[in-house]
């Protein structure tokens, strides 16, 4: 299976120059540059290739994927739920990171939901407990993506949020 490079996948430098550490921030799965990919269902091909294009080694994806502003879950686009769905919502279908451990258990990926509501902004006390989720994990020596719907917004948000300088890289 060909890998599938993340849309919009940006690498991330934040910290002092003595703590320094890199994460990267990307597009949800199947969110391309075609406006029409903003709303469309994915298949499960798609988000197969995006999970071998993330980077490695020893991946965690800290996902803000929530709600769009009418209310859909950021998730109904997937065969898996996440973040504010609960399983009664989508009997017989698994969480992320049941999919993730399920079909890609030889990666080791490890997710941190902290669901978020698109276009809105992220309440501080929630972009402190992000930041804590991409320190631990960084210094856990994973490769942490941070995600969003379309791989700017919210996740610009958290990068700002970080202590110290951040500057983009390229990916």
């Known amino acids: ?33 075609d406006p029409t990919s903003k709303h469309a269902q994915v298949s499960e091909d798609i ?8 980077p490695y080694p020893n991946t965690a994806i ?4 929530g709600r769009k502003p009418d209310g859909l879950s950021e998730f109904s686009f997937y ?7 609960s399983p009664s919502e989508h009997p017989g279908r698994l969480s992320f990171q049941e999919w993730l451990d399920r079909w890609h258990w030889d990666l080791s990926i490890v997710v941190r939901q902290h669901p978020t509501q698109d276009f809105e902004p992220i309440e501080p006390q929630m972009l402190d407990e992000i930041a804590a989720d991409i320190n631990e994990l960084v210094s ?32």
């Open 140 to 171: 856990a020596c994973r490769t942490v993506v941070v995600v969003d719907s379309g791989g700017q917004t919210r996740t610009r948000m958290v990068c700002a949020h970080s202590q110290g300088r951040n500057h983009q890289e390229d990916a």
């Open 47 to 54: 988000v197969h290739r995006w999970v071998l294009g993330l």
């Open 79 to 85: 065969s898996f739920y996440g973040g504010f769905d």
């Open 62 to 65: 800290v996902s803000l994927l």
């Open 1 to 33: 299976m060909k890998p599938l490079k993340p849309f919009k996948l940006r690498r991330w430098q934040t910290g002092a120059p003595t703590n320094r550490f890199h994460f990267f921030t990307c597009a949800r799965p199947g969110r391309t540059g």
